[in-house]
């Protein structure tokens, strides 16, 4: 099943069964965050434990994309962009 | 709050086994993990029958479960507090607590480890698993152990390009290690399967990332033997050491450690009386071991001794195999050297090499620098400069995850719990 998810403002379409992280790479997504030097990150462990892949999804701030499965309507809004 | 006899703490092959075992004998079971479906990393998505077969007892035995629920902090003597998603949770075992958090990757820095698309070996596995496309992509697999076999198998399926397979073994140690599979047919073929499916791709030993260059993404990793260095071009780097135990929650509960595995008994019960650790969180031994081993967690925690001390023979005959494994892939000194002073080695608080290499200990980096004080608090940079420095772990003080205020206000005062 194709969902819609809104990322920074933008519509992308995913499988209803991705992970949110992968939604975003999939979409072209390269930086999750930046650093207070400028620098970007994005998902490092895949599994929960670096936290480098924090997004803020409906309006929660910190949640591991990694962990969440992608679900039709939600609003992701990537660290660097908030 | 919720409350069962036997509360397991994670969902892969040990706390499903421990689960479905504790169940059997009639006790009522809860059954926690942070991810939203049962089977850990090693079987998440997957179609594998073993892990079709426990799902399909974890079901029939009525084990009730709590998914997307992280655990972050304990009360004694068997109750936790935990996360389900933004809901404050409390949690509470009648009987026993079976921790089967398993085990995360070791990660060691290196310049350009913070790139974008440079992720774990595990990681990208993970990843792929989650729905990550990498059709068309070149990608390079480095680190060590039998795991880079099914990840760059695992890749290669999904239509990436895998240019290397990079070993830091010798090649000695892997050949000899390779050469003792015929004990073990399954893994053997197993093994020749995961080769075959990457065959024109090299498999290169004795060799480890040193350097990963990029402009917003990984470019390009360079790749040394000690004696010389060659650049091959990627737009996928997956690294990682091996694995090491997620000791995090039994330590909150008080449990000793030894090497930074929990220390267990026959039994699997470790020195807290009630709490029993099972599967990689108490060493790391493979899938196999972990069934077995959350298998005897159940029976013991629900009192059946005398079937559980029948599976002990059965667990120690794993030992074996993880005692060949670690001798093979010991990690080789020079990998402490390829963090430079301006690598970052603390991700989450961008602390960097030379600002800490002055410290005779991690207390003094987080003191002075503010190494591990960011959200994975030390999970990444701990073992890292356990490796590098040799510095022990501190404490671990809770909560284990960030949470906001208003979940943490809840703690402790049971007029507020939600369920």
Redesign the interface.
């Known amino acids: 099943m194709i969902i819609e998810l809104t990322v920074n403002g933008r519509r992308i379409e995913?499988?209803g069964?991705?992970?949110v992280?992968?939604?975003l790479?999939?979409a072209g997504i390269?930086?999750?965050r930046t650093?207070?030097?400028g620098?970007?990150?994005?998902?490092?462990?895949?599994?929960?434990?670096?936290?480098?892949c924090?997004v803020t999804i409906d309006g929660?701030s910190?949640q591991r994309a990694?962990?969440?499965?992608a679900r039709d309507g939600m609003n992701i809004v990537t660290d660097d962009q908030r | 709050m919720i409350s069962a006899d036997i509360v397991v703490i994670g969902a892969g092959p040990a706390g499903l086994a421990a689960a479905a075992t504790a169940a059997q004998s009639g006790s009522s079971v809860l059954l926690v993990d942070?991810?939203?479906a049962p089977g850990g990393?090693i079987w998440r998505g997957t179609a594998s029958r073993a892990a079709a077969s426990w799902l399909a007892r974890i079901e029939a035995q009525r084990v009730r479960t709590s998914f997307?629920t992280a655990i972050v902090d304990v009360d004694a003597p068997h109750g936790m507090y935990g996360m389900r998603?933004?809901h404050p949770l409390r949690i509470e075992a009648g009987r026993a607590v079976v921790l089967a958090t398993g085990a995360?990757?070791l990660?060691l820095p290196f310049p350009g480890w913070?790139?974008?698309?440079?992720?774990?070996v595990?990681?990208?596995?993970?990843?792929l698993k989650?729905?990550?496309?990498v059709r068309g992509r070149k990608a390079v697999v480095a680190g060590t152990g039998p795991l880079l076999l099914p990840v760059a198998a695992a890749l290669a399926r999904a239509g990436a390009r895998v240019e290397a397979v990079i070993e830091q073994a010798p090649r000695h140690a892997v050949a000899r290690f390779a050469a003792n599979l015929w004990r073990t047919p399954r893994r053997l073929g197993e093994a020749l399967r995961y080769r075959l499916s990457f065959a024109r791709t090299p498999y290169i030993t004795g060799s480890w990332v040193v350097h990963a260059r990029g402009d917003?993404?990984v470019r390009e990793a360079v790749v040394t033997d000690g004696a010389s260095e060659r650049v091959i071009g990627c737009d996928i780097l997956c690294t990682a050491y091996g694995l090491v135990p997620a000791v995090e929650l039994p330590l909150l509960f008080g449990c000793a450690l030894d090497r930074e595995r929990v220390v267990v008994d026959e039994l699997q019960r470790t020195s807290v009386d009630g709490v029993f650790c099972a599967g990689e969180v108490a060493g790391i031994a493979g899938k196999d071991a972990a069934i077995v081993e959350g298998t005897i967690a159940g029976l013991a925690a629900t009192g059946r001794i005398t079937e559980a001390k029948r599976l002990v023979r059965a667990r120690s005959a794993y030992a074996d195999m993880a005692a060949r494994m670690n001798e093979a892939f010991a990690l080789r000194p020079e990998l402490k050297q390829v963090a430079g002073d301006d690598t970052v080695v603390c991700?989450?608080e961008?602390v960097s090499l030379g600002m800490i290499v002055g410290c005779s200990a991690l207390r003094e980096a987080r003191v002075l620098a503010r190494v591990g004080m960011?959200?994975?608090q030390g999970?990444?940079c701990g073992p890292a400069l356990r490796q590098i420095f040799g510095w022990e772990r501190e404490g671990v003080r809770p909560p284990l995850l960030?949470v906001t205020i208003e979940a943490l206000a809840t703690f402790g005062d049971t007029a507020t719990e939600q369920t």
């Open positions: 995913c499988d069964d991705v992970s992280a992968a939604a790479l999939n390269s930086a999750f650093t207070q030097t620098e970007p990150r994005a998902p490092l462990c895949g599994m929960g434990t670096c936290f480098e924090r929660v910190g990694c962990l969440v499965t | 942070e991810r939203s990393q997307e998603g933004t995360r990757e990660f913070t790139l974008p698309n440079v992720v774990g595990g990681g990208a596995q993970a990843l989650s729905g990550w496309n917003g993404v991700r989450c961008d960011g959200p994975c999970r990444v960030p």
